[in-house]
Nanobody, 123 residues
Framework: QVQLVESGGGLVQPGGSLKLSCVAS????????LGWFRQAPGKEREGVSC????????QYADSVKGRFTISRDNAKNTVYLQMNSLKPEDTAVYYC????????????????WGQGTQVTVSS
């Protein structure tokens, strides 16, 4: 049974940091690219970042470049999203996802999804 379980969300003040984790099981983690997506109320789900399976190349949405860092630990079947200098507009439910298509932030390419974790940036 495939599972992706996110954790690490919460309430943080503007300028603060959070680190999201996503533990995967039920599929061959090493061969899958991983992505983080987010969905704010009333908005469509959007890609935040992805990391390749082959060489751990990374890609970021322009809105988070220089503030967020994605990483993976294949030994722990875990993907992370370090979020720094958080802004109110980063408020959303954050989802991790896995795809056999390497290095893509297209939602349609992703096969497996977690249930999401809420991130709220507010003073």
């Amino acid at each position: 049974q495939v599972q992706l379980v996110e954790s690490g969300g919460g309430l943080v003040q503007p300028g603060g940091s959070l680190k999201l984790s996503c533990v995967a099981s039920g599929f061959d983690f090493d061969y899958y690219a991983l992505g983080w997506f987010r969905q704010a109320p009333g908005k469509e789900r959007e890609g935040v970042s992805c990391i390749a399976s082959s060489d751990s190349s990374t890609q970021y949405a322009d809105s988070v470049k220089g503030r967020f860092t994605i990483s993976r630990d294949n030994a722990k079947n875990t993907v992370y999203l370090q979020m720094n200098s958080l802004k109110p507009e980063d408020t959303a439910v954050y989802y991790c996802a896995a795809t056999i298509v390497d290095f893509t932030m297209s939602l349609d390419d992703y096969d497996y999804w977690g249930q999401g974790t809420q991130v709220t940036v507010s003073s």
